[in-house]
């Protein structure tokens, strides 16, 4: 397989500079592209065959469950069901932004995107280019982060080819993630919410 890079100005660059990688997405290929956090390696989530291939070329333990990224806060309630109150407020606090929420997966998202869990993870990212490609496709985006598992995550698209070239269909190089770090995730499936894993927004500002 041969690797398209595609380079992109994060401030100014075309919806139609993003058709052939949101086909990409619809048809089931795989997708690397920049968020704030890092880059990651999108997929349509909702497409058990698509996520298959993210575990394949990072070589991910297939229990690991995938994020998925949306593009609006409403689409939550497609992935997710018995959303607590506090799922929204988080999420108009800090989304657009690095936080991943973890909530009651419905039946559409397929356990090979979620690790063979019954909940989901999801995310709105405030990368531009992230939004737009998520809009464009169509569809709900699997993605971790752009690199062979166990490497560190990658802020640029330098780091991506490294990892990943000649296993997936196409890189956006959107320049440096601005933030570097991952994004923090919380599970609200519980009664008690949890910080599953530390990241960019602090327990301090959470509370």
């Known amino acids: 397989m041969i ?3 595609v380079k992109l100005d994060t401030d100014n660059f075309l ?3 993003l058709d052939e990688a949101a086909e990409i997405l619809r048809k089931g290929g795989l997708v690397a592209f920049p968020t704030e956090t890092v880059y990651g390696l999108g997929a349509n989530a909702l497409d058990k ?3 298959k291939k993210i575990y394949t070329a990072k070589g991910r333990p297939s229990d690991n469950p ?3 990224h949306i593009a609006h806060k409403e689409d939550i309630e497609v992935l997710a069901e018995e959303i607590p109150a506090g799922a929204y407020q988080l999420a108009d606090a800090f989304w657009p932004g690095p936080l991943t929420i973890i909530l009651k997966k419905k039946a559409c998202v397929p356990y090979e995107t979620t690790g063979g869990l019954k909940t989901v993870a999801i995310r709105l990212p405030a990368n531009r280019i992230a ?3 998520i809009e464009h496709s169509g569809v709900y985006v699997a993605a971790p982060s752009a690199n062979i598992s166990g490497k560190p995550s990658p802020t640029m698209a330098e780091h991506v080819v490294t990892d990943l070239s000649g296993k997936i269909d196409m890189i956006l190089d959107g320049g440096k ?6 994004s923090t995730i919380v599970d609200l499936s519980e009664e008690k919410p949890m910080i599953l894993r ?3 927004i602090t327990k301090a500002m959470l509370e």
């Open 3 to 5: 690797t398209k890079i």
């Open 15 to 17: 919806i139609e500079d």
């Open 49 to 51: 065959e698509a996520s």
């Open 66 to 68: 995938l994020i998925v």
């Open 131 to 133: 939004r737009e490609l």
């Open 177 to 182: 993630a601005t933030l570097g770090l991952e």
């Open 198 to 200: 530390p990241g960019c």
